[in-house]
């Protein structure tokens, strides 16, 4: 809208009147009388009846108003006001009467509030909103701010508007000529008070072509002010004052009534006119002035002139602020979503045939150009964002619909392909794929009309956003087959020649448009983008029809080089641009159209214009089903069409794009697709459809990505097949597995096989066998491979043989160990559902692909595999005995030895699985001697981490305890270290075996070294429990392994604790068999506790020294903490206190120059 307080317009031409000037129009108006009869101002007489028939023949007045019929001036002159600028009247007409002059203004005025509603409010959609306040109007508050994506309807200018008008709000209203006026009044609310908005809006030929408001409100859309005005004046006409131009007024007044009327203007204005006033008076009286040298004199009430442009007043400046502040948010707080909606509104003005469409998306094209982040993005390296992606796409979708314009002058076209090419010449300038550059030939312009042109553009570095649209300028719609298509809803009596690949009809004398396919559907697009949609419909229709028969043509070809091909085995031929996922969204574009036109009633079909006429606009739709006649055949229907032609599309062979944007919109186009599909209730025809593209696509080798035989680099067809099995399930059980078990595969995991070469239609492209690029959506796709498969397991249930059909191929196709076991556990829940006894055979396939994972991980690292390891036991269990005997038979092709003792063997053995499958005694035996065996072997394979568990396993079996115990003793002295042989021993000790357990301790000992410093070392407790354990077996053990212990330990803490423990208790207290030894305490004289005392004292000495080495003042209270558990052991000893008191002399003399640290050894020790 344009900004408050300018009231005044500009002029738009000049007005005169004879005696001003030779250049006045010719003429004599006359003044003050009605015309007293002629054609012109005929009102109800006897020929007023047949008058108003014809005028409903021709489509004038609407039917069934022939009640009260217009008059033949109210006709004549709405229909000069639609289409003639009041220039233009004036000039062709000599005399023009007062009476047909206020028609001509009355009927200038715009009598549709739809165009009212779309230049004030966001997504009007086709709704009818002649009906308003009832009608609904989605979206969002235009310049509500992009942190408001969802504001209430009420708050629309739109509705906002209506209640204005509804409440009374709109006051002195009047219209001078092609100018009105009025107050609108903003009720008080309790924040805001009372405001009263002065608004003027200009009009022309049933146009708003300029409107300004008071209340300063800057938006791209008009203010609810403006709508209530232009709503009061739509429903409201009778109750608005209609003047003629004011030039005519001020023609009939004489010299006085002139000087009254300026004085009292200046009179009632004179702050605001007065000096305007007198500047024009200086100028009008001197002679050479230059407002002297024009005839007539400015009049902003007096309608439009010749050259003037006839369209809706848009304010380009909002528009250009209101985009560029949606971009610097960066898609932040909705503003994709409000840029989505302007894109939208493009469309509604083209549908409209509204010419601001282009110059609105012109306008938001230099603020995308304008974005610094594309250069930034460019500068950095990195991708745009995929939203951000989205919406060139839709910039470039939206200018090929523009240009494709079959109504568009040439010099329109001529100025959009410059600016065009303006904007693909930037080197910010977004490519078409999003990352790369398209390397594939210009296919645009391979059109049946003889444009095989620019087939050298293949050399071009890349495609820009702008490539198709530039491209698009040079097609045409001139084309007679094609003029013939589009016009004509009856073909028949046509020759044709169905033989040749290009006919221009099919056998049955429907015509064919062989044309690049995603160009056709552009054409498509374009008629119902621009209000063509019967045309639109009947080249949709047209280009089905050729897709058919292309679907049969290839099956032919297949079949007549099948034997060649299969023995090849491989194929380089594909597609090298997709249908689906296309940036122009071909197939996407046909079923829209088909599936539009199914739920448009017959009657609003035909009441939208017609193609060659350009005139009317669109009626608004009604969703009913639409009979199908005239343009198909007998028993086929445009659903059926569309559902036909979306799995033509599904099922097409392409091969995967270049760039991760790429490849996400295949998988993005596809899915939605599919999701549209899907809300189609299947009947028996369409079934038959669905059964008949099946087996196409089963049958037509390297043309369907279905087919035997297709390129490695094919996209896979897993999320469409998924939707084929589950559509054809119910009615033809093996077409539905034979289809999801031929799309199982993915043969860009599968082993590389040189490609081979055949010949192959223009339509096809034979892909370069060196061609391997990175596939980003690989995870996406293995995910949907494995959706596919989980959904045939589901469906199999119970079915042994299809079951055993889905196992070979999972075990076959799918390469990710993550998502066989994700099959695996799927079919497991499947297999034991809590309402139905467990499904046996499903189970097994759950095992099976357990069992697969295992070996596919085995070697491999993965964060899951002890929780896989452990669902496979799960797994078994729930199978039975036999289940868990061959796993553990098996072990050491699906398990670490770690996992088979720790987690295989250990959980077969317990108690819950004895209680789970309600084992007896024979069976119970049977898996304990296998978890034995395994646990042997396990053993030999790595006693480091599975010895323990070993023993554990076969304690209650005499021999292969025995046995195990052996193999810990052979390993004990290579290659199990002193922890491992500390934990057996404990092991040992608990389980009765003291002797046992001392010889491993001991063993373990020899591998242990601790220094003076590690009196935390985790070993401790070991060493301590070692030391008692051979205490308490007697003399003999203890001195045995005190020696051990004096080269082991070098921490006096820790000998000193062994010592004081040694010599609390008699040794052998209680020893082995119940033998009580003498009971004598073992005398520090003698050995072996002598050696342990020495041992003790030299390592307080060492430790010592080491300390005092690199102490600190603040470790001074615990250093003589230390000394005096020193001299504890030191007095342990027999001249131990003569020892200690040298050992103190010694530190004195040595570290003398610590003198603080000595006076404070002095202190305590003297």
Excluded at 722 to 742: C, G, I, N, V, W
Excluded at 1129 to 1135: C, E, Y
Aim: aromatic share 8%.
């Amino acid at each position: 809208m344009a900004e408050g307080g300018q009231l005044p317009f500009p002029p738009k031409r000049l007005c005169c009147r004879p005696g001003y000037g030779l250049a006045c129009r010719l003429g004599q108006r006359v003044g003050g009388t009605e015309l007293g009869s002629g054609a012109l101002c005929a009102g109800p007489s006897s020929v007023a009846a047949p008058v108003a028939a014809a005028a409903a023949a021709l489509g004038l007045l609407p039917l069934g108003k022939t009640q009260s019929p217009e008059s033949l001036l109210d006709i004549a002159a709405r229909k000069v006001a639609e289409k003639w600028p009041f220039q233009q009247v004036e000039e062709r007409l000599e005399r023009i009467p007062e009476p047909v002059q206020r028609r001509i203004v009355y009927w200038s005025f715009p009598r549709s509030e739809r165009e009212i509603c779309m230049y004030s409010s966001f997504n009007t959609g086709a709704e009818d909103l002649a009906t308003a306040p009832g009608g609904a109007v989605a979206g969002t508050a235009p310049g509500g701010g992009a942190d408001t994506p969802a504001v209430d309807e009420n708050r629309l200018p739109f509705r906002r508007g209506i209640a204005l008008l509804d409440g009374g709000c709109v006051d002195n209203v009047l219209q001078v000529g092609f100018h009105l006026s009025g107050t609108v009044t903003d009720r008080a609310t309790q924040s805001e008070p009372e405001t009263l908005c002065n608004v003027a809006i200009s009009f022309d030929r049933c146009k708003i072509t300029s409107v300004t408001c008071s209340c300063g409100n800057k938006d791209i859309f008009y203010c609810a002010h403006v709508v209530a005005l232009s709503l009061y004046r739509i429903r409201k006409p009778d109750q608005v004052k209609l003047h003629l131009p004011i030039s005519e007024t001020l023609f009939q007044m004489n010299r006085d009534q002139l000087q009254k009327f300026v004085q009292y203007l200046i009179t009632v204005h004179h702050t605001e006119v007065l000096p305007t006033a007198q500047k024009l008076a200086d100028e009008i009286l001197s002679q050479n002035s230059e407002i002297n040298q024009v005839h007539g004199a400015p009049d902003p009430t007096a309608g439009a002139s010749i050259d003037d442009e006839n369209c809706w007043h848009l304010d380009e400046e909002q528009v250009q602020e209101q985009v560029k502040l949606f971009l610097s948010q960066g898609g932040y707080h909705g503003s994709g979503k409000q840029l989505n909606l302007l894109f939208a509104k493009v469309r509604e003005m083209l549908k409209m045939r509204d010419s601001n469409g282009a110059r609105m998306l012109t306008l938001i094209t230099e603020q995308f150009m304008a974005d610094p982040r594309l250069s930034l993005w460019t500068q950095q390296g990195t991708a745009m964002t995929d939203k951000y992606r989205q919406l060139w796409d839709e910039l470039g979708a939206l200018w090929m619909c523009i240009v494709l314009n079959p109504h568009c002058k040439l010099e329109q076209k001529v100025s959009w392909l410059k600016q065009l090419k303006k904007w693909n010449s930037v080197d910010v300038c977004p490519w078409e794929d999003g990352n790369h550059g398209n390397e594939l030939p210009n296919l645009t312009n391979a059109l049946p009309q003889g444009a095989n042109a620019n087939q050298d553009s293949s050399n071009r570095p890349h495609r820009t956003v702008f490539t198709r649209a530039i491209e698009a300028c040079d097609l045409h719609w001139q084309d007679s087959h094609l003029q013939h298509i589009i016009s004509s809803d009856l073909y028949t009596n046509y020759c044709y020649h169905d033989n040749t690949e290009n006919s221009l009809y099919d056998s049955q004398g429907w015509p064919l448009w062989h044309e690049h396919v995603p160009t056709a559907c552009a054409r498509v697009d374009a008629l119902r983008s621009h209000g063509y949609p019967r045309e639109a419909l009947r080249l949709a229709i047209a280009i089905v029809n050729t897709l058919r028969r292309q679907q049969q043509k290839q099956l032919e070809m297949f079949q007549a080089q099948k034997k060649e091909l299969l023995h090849k085995g491989v194929t380089s031929i594909t597609n090298l641009e997709g249908w689906v996922g296309h940036p122009l969204d071909p197939i996407g574009t046909l079923f829209s159209s088909l599936i539009e036109a199914c739920r448009v009633d017959d009657e609003s079909f035909h009441g939208f214009s017609d193609f060659t006429e350009n005139m009317g606009q669109c009626k608004s739709l009604e969703y009913q089903q639409l009979p199908a006649h005239k343009f198909l055949e007998e028993g086929e229907s445009y659903l059926i069409l569309a559902v036909e032609v979306a799995l033509i599309g599904l099922g097409q062979q392409r091969i995967m794009p270049d760039g991760l944007y790429a490849q996400e919109k295949v998988c993005r186009n596809e899915e939605q697709l599919i999701s549209k599909l899907q809300e189609i209730e299947l009947d028996d025809t369409l079934v038959k459809i669905f059964r008949k593209q099946a087996v196409f696509l089963l049958e037509a080798g390297p043309y369907s990505g279905l087919g035997e035989i297709i390129h490695r680099e094919s996209v896979p067809m897993h999320t469409f097949a998924k939707y084929l099995f589950t559509s054809l399930l119910p009615h033809d059980t093996e077409l539905a597995y034979k289809t999801a078990l031929r799309a199982m595969r993915l043969r860009v995991l599968e082993s590389t096989t040189p490609l081979g070469d055949m010949s192959h239609p223009h339509h096809i492209v034979s892909v370069a066998p060196n061609r391997y690029p990175r596939w980003f959506t690989l995870s996406h796709i293995e995910s949907q491979q494995c959706e596919l498969a989980s959904t045939m397991l589901t469906a199999a249930k119970g079915d042994v043989q299809r079951l055993e059909t889905v196992l070979k191929s999972i075990q076959k196709n799918i390469h990710s160990s993550s998502h066989i076991f994700k099959l695996a556990q799927d079919a497991f829940k499947i297999a034991t559902l809590m309402d139905s006894l467990p499904d046996i055979t499903l189970l097994k396939v759950s095992l099976e692909l357990g069992l697969q994972v295992m070996r596919m991980t085995l070697s491999t690292l993965n964060w899951r595999r002890r929780e896989m390891v452990r669902w496979l036991v799960t797994c078994a269990t729930e199978i039975g005995v036999y289940a868990l005997d061959s796993i553990m038979q098996n072990w050491f092709t699906l398990f670490t030895p770690t996992e088979a003792t720790s987690i295989v063997a250990t959980t077969v053995m317990s108690n819950s699985t004895v209680v789970r499958l309600h084992l007896d005694c024979h069976q119970q035996e049977k898996l304990a001697s296998s978890a034995r065996t395994l646990a042997l072997q396990c053993a030999m394979k790595d006693p480091q981490n599975c010895a323990l568990s070993a023993l554990t396993l076969c304690e209650k079996d005499h021999i292969t305890f025995e046995t195990a115990y052996q193999i810990v003793l052979d390993a004990a002295t290579t290659s199990m270290s002193y922890s491992q042989l500390f934990t057996i021993a404990r092991y040992m000790e608990h389980r009765g075996y003291p002797m046992r357990a001392y010889k491993l301790a001991t063993l373990a000992m020899t591998h242990l070294n601790l220094s003076y410093n590690q009196d935390t070392h985790p070993a401790i407790n070991d060493v301590l429990w070692a030391c008692v354990l051979s205490h308490s077996l007697g003399k003999n053990e203890l001195t045995a392994i005190i020696p051990l212990v004096v080269k082991s330990v070098k921490c006096a803490t820790v000998l000193s604790d062994i010592l004081r423990r040694c010599t609390l208790t008699t040794p052998g207290m209680v020893g082995l068999h119940g033998r009580r030894n003498s009971g004598k305490l073992m005398s520090l004289d003698k050995a072996p506790l002598r050696q342990l005392l020495d041992a003790t004292i030299g390592a307080y000495i060492n430790t010592t020294h080491s300390r005092l080495t690199h102490i600190s003042p603040r470790h001074y209270s615990e250093f003589i903490e230390f000394l005096s558990k020193a001299r504890e052991t030191f007095l342990m000893a027999h001249d131990g206190h003569m020892q200690f008191t040298q050992f103190i002399d010694n530190l004195k003399q040595i570290y003398k120059g610590k003198k603080k640290l000595m006076m404070l050894v002095r202190e305590r020790f003297g």
